[in-house]
Nanobody
Framework: QVQLVESGGGLVQPGGSLRLSCAASGINFSIYGGGWNRQAPGKQRELVAGITSGGRTNYADSVKGRFTISRDNAKNAVYLQMSNLKVEDTAVYYC?????????WGQGTQVTVSS
């Protein structure tokens, strides 16, 4: 059974930083890659950052230069380091892991950027 568990969300002031973690069981990030999406109230879910099995990364234009995705193969975990956070980064952040047959999602972690 595949399970993705996110942690690290919270309330932070604009300009602050947070690090999200996603621990996986039943699926291997080093084989399938993975990443992060987010969904703000009233908006569609959008890609934030992804990392392929080979380690290539991609980012939404809105987070380039501020967010960094990384992976720890030994821990089978994916991370999202978020810096210089803005109010518009407020959303529920979801970890995902794609496979050829379907994708898997975590339960989400809330990130709120507010003064």
């Amino acid at each position: 059974q595949v399970q993705l568990v996110e942690s690290g969300g919270g309330l932070v002031q604009p300009g602050g930083s947070l690090r999200l973690s996603c621990a996986a069981s039943g699926i291997n990030f080093s084989i399938y890659g993975g990443g992060w999406n987010r969904q703000a109230p009233g908006k569609q879910r959008e890609l934030v950052a992804g990392i392929t099995s080979g380690g290539r990364t991609n980012y939404a234009d809105s987070v380039k230069g501020r967010f960094t995705i990384s992976r720890d193969n030994a821990k089978n975990a994916v991370y999202l380091q978020m810096s210089n956070l803005k109010v518009e980064d407020t959303a529920v952040y979801y970890c995902y892991a794609p496979t050829p047959s379907r994708g898997y999602w975590g339960q989400g972690t809330q990130v709120t950027v507010s003064s």
